[in-house]
């Protein structure tokens, strides 16, 4: 199943803290699911979070669905979704500046695509995609891709 980069999945009683508060969420300065994402990208992907810059994060919105597994489990599945996923970019200038090294029982491939490569592996009936980036992807994702600098420029009230 193909989906976006990686999850945060912020955690309570982490150090440093993963829970934001409404206020954060409010003013997009979600510092603690920045260093969440940072936690999981290290753990799915390998990337060394001294590679990465918690400013470079840009936080665009939040997601709530809730999806059944249908797909692996069929029509009366017993395991699904419900979340609310936070949406944070990163922009990588060169792909061999942030070498992966993808967990084995996390991740089966990656790919780096343009928007135009994504489109086409979206139509493909033999492709399987995440229900979550679905969403994203119908709802977002290229009007956020066509103006990523946009979208990347920082927010004076982030910190």
């Not at 409010?26 to 979070?49: F, N, T, Y």
């Not at 918690?54 to 665009?60: E, K, Q, V, Y």
């Not at 994504?118 to 139509?123: D, E, G, I, S, Y």
């Amino acid at each position: 199943v193909w989906t976006n980069t990686c999850c945060s999945h912020p955690l309570h009683g982490m150090d440093p803290n993963e829970v934001d508060t409404p206020a954060d969420v409010a003013d997009g300065s979600v510092r603690g699911v920045k260093h969440a994402a940072m936690r999981k990208l290290q753990h799915e992907l390998g990337i060394d979070p001294a590679l990465l810059d918690l400013h470079g994060f840009r936080f665009l919105t939040r997601l709530h669905y809730w999806a059944a597994d249908t797909v692996t489990h069929g029509p009366d599945a017993p395991w699904g979704e419900h979340e609310i996923d936070y949406v944070l970019f990163y922009v990588v200038d060169k792909i061999e500046a942030l070498p992966l090294l993808p967990h084995p029982e996390e991740v089966d491939d990656t790919r780096w695509v343009t928007l135009q490569e994504l489109q086409t592996m979206m139509r493909d009936d033999n492709l399987l995609f995440s229900p979550w980036f679905r969403l994203i992807v119908e709802k977002w994702l290229e009007t956020w891709w066509q103006n990523l600098d946009v979208c990347m420029r920082p927010d004076p009230q982030q910190n």
